[in-house]
């Protein structure tokens, strides 16, 4: 079981960096266009990008959430999932705990923001 435990966790470190480093990459240019929706609300959209077709409210939330998860989420994740290998209950919960941040924000990103080419990671 330990060695599955493994090879899932580098595996969601290794995609989270990649997923992370490419969001933040991609502020480099916001440009939005004006939409009027079915419902006259006037909503502005990101025209390029990997997060093309999103709403301005998403796009800049996001980009907190990706420099946090680099900043913060990954290198916590990795120094509890040490310490749990070695045996350390406190550890184990705080590793326990980041896995389902990283699954909570990530079901709320496959859900909530538009299919890019980021989708499966």
């Avoid at 998403?58 to 680099?70: N, Q």
């Avoid at 389902?100 to 859900?111: D, T, V």
């Amino acid at each position: 079981m330990k060695k599955l435990i493994f090879i899932f966790t580098i595996l969601i470190i290794a995609l989270s960096i990649i997923s992370s480093v490419v969001g933040v990459l991609n502020y480099q240019t916001l440009n939005f266009e004006s939409f009027v929706t079915a419902g006259g609300e006037q909503v502005e959209i990101l025209s390029e990008g990997i997060y093309k077709y999103n709403v301005k409210q998403w796009v800049l939330s996001g980009m907190p959430w990706d420099i946090i998860r680099l900043i913060v989420g990954i290198p916590v994740l990795i120094l509890s999932f040490i310490f749990y290998l070695k045996g350390s209950l406190k550890a184990t919960m705080i590793f326990i705990g980041f896995l389902f941040s990283f699954f909570y924000q990530s079901l709320l990103w496959a859900i909530g923001w538009y299919f890019n080419a980021l989708f499966l990671v």
